[in-house]
């Protein structure tokens, strides 16, 4: 690492990104902010359905500034193009990213990133998803499943806590244990880097385009 090097993290408030995080933290790179890119009509992380209230508290747990961007699905790229200028005012020369293996969805965020004169990072690439799920959960983090896509996955794991026992489902039914085609995604409520945990409870479920979602609300989850 070179002498003024300072990092943004690309955050969803899932699994894939606090582990990001996590790895870039004990290798000792200055994460100064966390970026979320979130849905400006329903205020709510897109795919992942949180609101970005609790995206919030998550980034205030370990006490890492949140930068919000709010986006619709046809002015994300030029949303995207305008973070990565702030973050360069900001002093920032890197950003971090949660990717495992979508070569496609890498490709997209590295272009424009490098292109910016930004520094790409992924410090989950080309892993196992087995391996780093485990990880995930072996670190001590708590997750919770907001949505599930009905195709691929179990309506009962919408709203479980992410556990071995359920990633060792995932093998069984032959999906990707990260869910990084789309098979589930998660909200953390706490864990190592967390001062505390986030209270969290679930809330309505809704059905959408193939799609199951629970809300994630404040308040005290009893199964967790």
């Known amino acids: ?13 899932g699994k894939d990104s606090m582990l990001a995080l996590d790895r870039a933290i004990r290798a000792g790179l ?10 400006e009509a329903s ?23 949140l930068l919000r961007y709010p986006t619709r699905p046809e002015n994300f790229e030029a949303i995207f193009l305008s973070s990565l200028r702030d973050l360069r005012e900001r002093s920032v020369t ?11 969805v890498r490709a997209w965020y590295e272009e424009r990133t ?5 520094k790409h990072v992924e410090p989950l690439w080309g892993e196992a998803p087995g391996k780093l799920v485990r990880e995930f959960i072996e670190r001590g983090y708590s997750a919770v ?19 071995i026992p359920l990633v060792e489902d995932f093998e069984r039914v032959g999906i ?4 990084e085609r789309g098979e589930y995604h998660t909200f953390v409520s706490a864990g190592p880097l967390f001062a505390a945990p986030i209270p969290v409870r679930l809330g309505e479920i809704v059905t959408q385009n193939g799609f199951r979602l629970v809300d994630i609300v404040p308040g005290i989850m009893p199964d967790l």
Do not use: K
């Open 145 to 163: 499943l907001t949505c599930i896509e009905l195709a691929r996955a179990r309506e009962e794991w919408l709203g479980a806590p992410l556990s």
């Open 43 to 65: 205020q709510r992380v897109r795919f992942h359905g949180v609101p970005i209230e609790l995206i919030q508290a998550q980034a205030d747990a370990p006490g890492i500034p």
């Open 114 to 118: 490098v292109a910016a004169g930004l």
């Open 1 to 13: 690492m070179q002498e003024n090097e300072q990092y943004a993290l690309s955050f969803s408030g």
């Open 94 to 104: 890197g950003i971090i990213f949660g990717n495992i293996h979508l070569a496609d």
């Open 30 to 39: 200055p994460v100064r902010y966390l970026v979320t890119m979130f849905d």
């Open 176 to 179: 990707d244990p990260c869910g």
